[in-house]
C-alpha cells in the first residue's frame, strides 16, 4: 500500500528538547517537503529535498534541520532554537519534474507537536 | 514569487446547492495550480489540478475547478454540497525557489467550507 508515513501523531517536548519528526515514503518520489501549519496561517515551508544528500531550506527554516540520506526518508528535527515549535507539522512528496511541474503532493497524515 | 489568495476566510452552504470557494493567482509564466482538501487532524488530499488549455478540469468527489486566465482565478465548484464537504481547501501553486532549481508548492491560506443540512 503506497503512501506517505509520518510518526508520531502526537509529540509532546519539553522546553531546551530536540525532537525528530520521521518521514517515509515508498512512492518511489524524488522531492520531499516538511512543511508547518498554524491556526488561519495556512502551509509554510520550512525545508525541501529535490534528491537524496541535497536539501534547501524553506521560508522558516531557523531552528529546524533535515537530513536526507535516504530517497524513502526525510527526518525533521525540532532544536531548542525553534522559539514557538507547537504546530501541526506535514510531510509530502511529489515527483521531480524540472521542466512540466504539474506533479501533485502526496501528504502525510501530520505531526502534532506540543511544548510542555 | 509565485503566490495564490483566497479572498473568503470561511464559506456557508447549504446541502444541494452549488458551491463555489475562490481562488485567484499570481504567476510569472505557465500557472501550475492545485486544490487540496483538508479534514480535522488528516494531511491534505489532493482533488484537482490545472492542465495546460482546459478552463474546466474535473476532479476527484465531484468537485471541479474552472480556470480564467483574464481573471487570474481558479475557483473550486461542485454543483451540489454534501455534508460531508465540509472541510478546508487549499489552493496552491509551483513556485520557483532562489535559483530556479528548487521546486515547491505555495499555498493559500485556506478556506473553510461548512455545508448545513
Known amino acids: 500500500d503506497g503512501g506517505i508515513t509520518q510518526s508520531p501523531k502526537y509529540l509532546f517536548r519539553k522546553e531546551g528538547q530536540n525532537v525528530t519528526l520521521s518521514c517515509e515514503q515508498n512512492?518511489?518520489?524524488?522531492?520531499m517537503y516538511w512543511y508547518r501549519q498554524d491556526p488561519g496561517q495556512g502551509l509554510r515551508l520550512i525545508y525541501y529535498?529535490?534528491?537524496?544528500?541535497?536539501?534547501q531550506k524553506g521560508d522558516i527554516a531557523e531552528g529546524y534541520s533535515v537530513s536526507r540520506e535516504k530517497k524513502e526518508s526525510f527526518p525533521l528535527t525540532v532544536t531548542s532554537a525553534q522559539k514557538n515549535p507547537t504546530a501541526f507539522y506535514l510531510c509530502?512528496?511529489?515527483?521531480?519534474?524540472?521542466?512540466?511541474?504539474?506533479?501533485?503532493?502526496?501528504f502525510g497524515q501530520g505531526t502534532r507537536l506540543t511544548v510542555v | 514569487a509565485q503566490s495564490v489568495a483566497q479572498p473568503e476566510d470561511q464559506v456557508n452552504v447549504a446541502e444541494g446547492n452549488p458551491l463555489t470557494v475562490k481562488c485567484t493567482y499570481s504567476?510569472?509564466?505557465?500557472?501550475?495550480l492545485f486544490w487540496y482538501v483538508q479534514y480535522p487532524n488528516r494531511g491534505l488530499q489532493f482533488l484537482l489540478k490545472?492542465?495546460?488549455?482546459?478552463?474546466l478540469v474535473k476532479g476527484s468527489y465531484g468537485f471541479e475547478a474552472e480556470f480564467n486566465k483574464s481573471q487570474t482565478s481558479f475557483h473550486l465548484k461542485k454543483p451540489s454540497a454534501l455534508v460531508s464537504d465540509s472541510a478546508l481547501y487549499f489552493c496552491?501553486?509551483?513556485?520557483?525557489?532562489?535559483?530556479?532549481?528548487?521546486?515547491?508548492?505555495?499555498f493559500g491560506p485556506g478556506t473553510r467550507l461548512s455545508v448545513l443540512p
Open positions: 509530502a512528496s511529489s515527483i521531480f519534474q524540472p521542466i512540466t511541474m504539474n506533479t501533485e503532493a502526496f
Open positions: 512512492l518511489n518520489h524524488d522531492a
Open positions: 529535498s529535490q534528491i537524496v544528500n541535497d536539501f
Open positions: 504567476v510569472s509564466g505557465n500557472p501550475y
Open positions: 490545472y492542465i495546460t488549455g482546459d478552463n
Open positions: 496552491a501553486v509551483r513556485d520557483f525557489h532562489r535559483d530556479n532549481y528548487g521546486q515547491n508548492f505555495v
